[in-house]
């Protein structure tokens, strides 16, 4: 994986664009009607929303939802992996209508979103599995999902991202066998707070009151995702976020993020983004 890059990939019902960037002087845009996570953390993020700017702060796996209106990024001084998902119009009206809600979603900056994390992850797989990191645009086939695999997902974010940013009546019915609203990021913030010791799955399942084998099954359903690559990814995140950011050493930011066998942890580590901790720290700097 090259250190600065971005990759554009059409799926059935979505594009997805994924890109690692260094820090930016410049103004950069991400567009409407977009659901985008930001792998990395980021200090003193100014945005621009209909001619409003504002500061903030948002940890790694920050979640920006646009409605009709882009945003714009008025410097950003820190090195930036993120990932944008562009939903189909067509595929957006039609769950709308089934759902009995409104096509259109209310904009949501720098919030934790469990289940955007899981689709924007296995996006990412695909990115980073298929794609040489210089503007390259591919088709689905040059990625890591089947076509049935990223149209399943197309419909699981859209049908999230209408349920909890639509702006209309909420929807008839919830599905059957998926966690209750809300759930995922309870779990979110189970792993974030537990993040540097033991995660079990009955611990996971005690968050949401239900028992493991009702949590698996729910969880995955809901998310696409296991609860233990849930975790893993988070951990990832979390991990490279502070080798960037600070001067720990590698030993230590795996302990930090509960990997007690450090040789685990950098086998892992190098599996998802192609190069190990020490590596990636020494190119980014």
Known sequence: MRY???????????????????????????????????????????????????RHDAPPGAVYVTGRSPITWLGVSDPT????????????????????????????????????FAVAARLRHAHLAGAHLAGAHLNAGAGALTDVE?????????????????????????PAGELRPGAVDTVTEYTRAHLAG?????????????SPYHFARSFRATTGMTPHAFV??????????RLLRGDASVTGIALSVGFSNVSHFRRLFRRRYGLTPAGLRAVAR
């Open 4 to 54: 600065t890059g971005s990759s554009t990939i059409e799926w059935p019902g979505m594009v997805s664009v994924y890109a690692v960037l260094g820090p930016q002087d410049g103004v950069t845009t991400t567009g409407a009607h977009q659901v985008g996570i930001d792998f990395s953390g980021h200090l003193g993020l100014v945005r621009e929303v209909d001619g409003q700017a504002e």
């Open 232 to 241: 893993t990814e988070h951990r990832l995140m979390v991990a490279r976020d």
């Open 81 to 116: 992996e993120a990932l944008e998902v562009y939903p189909d119009r067509a595929l957006v009206d039609r769950l709308a209508g089934g759902l009995g809600v409104t096509a259109e979603v209310r904009p949501s900056f720098a919030e934790p979103d469990g289940v955007v």
């Open 150 to 174: 990223a149209s399943t997902l197309a419909h699981r974010l859209v049908r999230h991202l209408l349920r909890r940013y639509g702006t209309g009546p909420g929807p008839r019915r919830e």
């Open 198 to 210: 033991v995660i079990t799955l009955d611990g996971l399942a005690a968050a949401v009151s239900l």
